[in-house]
């Protein structure tokens, strides 16, 4: 079972940066994309940005211009570098593997991401 561990998050205040970074256990195959979702409270999960084994990325436009998501294969790490935050920000943020042959998709167990403002 793949398994994915964050780490970063924590406080920031408005305006400042945070990194986070998620590393899996495994890679069952290359075809597979990474990428951070969040949830605030009350609200449905979303995407934040996500990035394909080819280094495509893709980010939600609240997020364009100001966060950042990279990734290095040999590791299996993504990392996420989060500037310019706002309050609106704060969430759990969660890592996810999406695996493309043999389909499956494995969550990270989430790190806390709060933005004072």
């Known amino acids: 079972q793949v398994q994915l561990v964050e780490s970063g998050g924590g406080l920031a205040q408005a305006g400042g940066s945070l990194r986070l970074s998620c590393a899996a256990s495994?890679?069952?195959?290359?075809?597979?994309?990474m990428g951070w979702y969040r949830q605030a409270p009350g609200k449905q999960r979303e995407l934040v940005a996500i990035?394909?084994?080819?280094?495509?990325?893709i980010y939600a436009n609240s997020v364009k211009g100001r966060f950042t998501i990279s990734r290095d294969n040999a590791k299996n790490t993504v990392n996420l570098q989060m500037n310019a935050l706002k309050p609106e920000d704060t969430a759990v943020y969660y890592c996810?593997?999406?695996?493309?042959?043999?389909?499956?998709?494995?969550w990270g167990q989430g790190t806390q991401v709060t933005v004072s403002s």
């Open positions: 990035i394909n084994s080819s280094g495509s990325p």
């Open positions: 996810k593997l999406i695996v493309l042959v043999p389909r499956g998709d494995y």
């Open positions: 495994e890679i069952i195959s290359s075809l597979n994309t």
